[in-house]
């Protein structure tokens, strides 16, 4: 390889350096700010899940379609990202939703997609897609998220909906991040306290909660249809929330990671280029000394 193309090798791995470096600048920022949102609210996400699994335990709505339903279809609600670089992040959400539903009739789930790759996965695999939104900002707010839910929400009132699932990649530390599928309509015990689990954090705040699985006892005014039709649609948009919330910290977290290894492989290969440049510069001055000297022996014996 002449000199001049290792030189320039070098100037445009230390320009990728460069971009990777400032990408995992940005995104140790955003990932902050997203950790902090994500791990504050975990608390409400938690009290509304006990809110959720005390309601389900009370005999008032043993028959009620939250509890149990029957249908041939199912909805699924799928976050990720709109953009890669984040190594697997999205890559294992969509391949948890492929295993989920693979031998399904196409036709039969009914997707709701939060981030521009997960709507493309569900387009390439003939989902019904009700709703998707794409460009989610970091900073949105749960009143903002209130058209995904009620389309959610209302996809499984539907009579041939018999299940609604969300799919996202759960924050659990800056290193790690698992792709996880949470089940929140129809409501049952085993699924609430699996959500629970996976919501309060190994060790911080939260960390000693206790899931508590006994109902309470409630008096429902004016009837407990009205309450049940208002409180869980409710409560479960603020699940979806913390689920998208989970998925922020996620992204930038797994970006950071990324960019940093993306920065440290750059360097390593500028430091072998510019290695091979050296010898190879080396070898060509020993290789003009050498002709040099031999030109001028030869112009001596004459």
Do not use: W
Not at 37 to 42: C, K, V
Not at 61 to 73: L, Q
Request: net charge positive.
């Amino acid at each position: 390889m002449a000199l001049k193309d290792i030189k320039n090798k070098i100037r445009a791995t230390d320009r990728t350096r460069k971009v990777t470096k400032a990408m995992e600048a940005v995104s140790a920022v955003k990932m902050r700010k997203s950790q902090e949102r994500a791990l504050y609210n975990r608390g409400y996400a938690e009290a509304a899940l006990r809110i959720l699994n005390n309601v389900q335990n009370t005999p008032d709505i043993a028959k009620s379609p939250y509890i149990i339903k029957e249908g041939a279809r199912e909805c699924i609600v799928v976050i990720t990202s709109d953009k890669g670089l984040a190594g697997s992040l999205n890559s294992a959400v969509l391949k948890l939703v492929e295993t989920y539903t693979k031998g399904k009739d196409p036709e039969s789930i009914v997707a709701i997609c939060l981030g521009r790759k997960g709507y493309e996965f569900c387009l390439r695999k003939g989902f019904d897609i009700p709703y998707f939104a794409v460009q989610v900002r970091d900073e949105i707010s749960i009143d903002d998220l209130a058209e995904v839910s009620e389309h959610a929400v209302r996809a499984y009132q539907t009579a041939d909906v018999r299940m609604l699932s969300v799919f996202f990649q759960n924050f659990i530390t800056t290193f790690a991040q698992e792709a996880a599928r949470r089940q929140l309509l129809p409501l049952s015990s085993e699924t609430i306290v699996d959500m629970i689990k996976g919501i309060i954090p190994k060790s911080g705040r939260y960390s000693e909660s206790e899931v508590r699985t006994k109902g309470a006892d409630y008096t429902f005014e004016p009837s407990s249809e009205e309450v049940f039709n208002t409180l869980i649609p409710e409560l479960t948009h603020i699940l979806l929330y913390h689920a998208l919330l989970e998925t922020k910290a996620s992204e930038h977290s797994a970006r950071m990671v990324a960019m940093k290894n993306a920065s440290d492989n750059a360097k390593e290969v500028s430091k072998k280029l510019t290695l091979k440049y050296n010898k190879a510069r080396q070898a060509a001055i020993t290789r003009e000394v050498s002709e040099i000297t031999g030109g001028m022996e030869a112009m001596a014996q004459k």
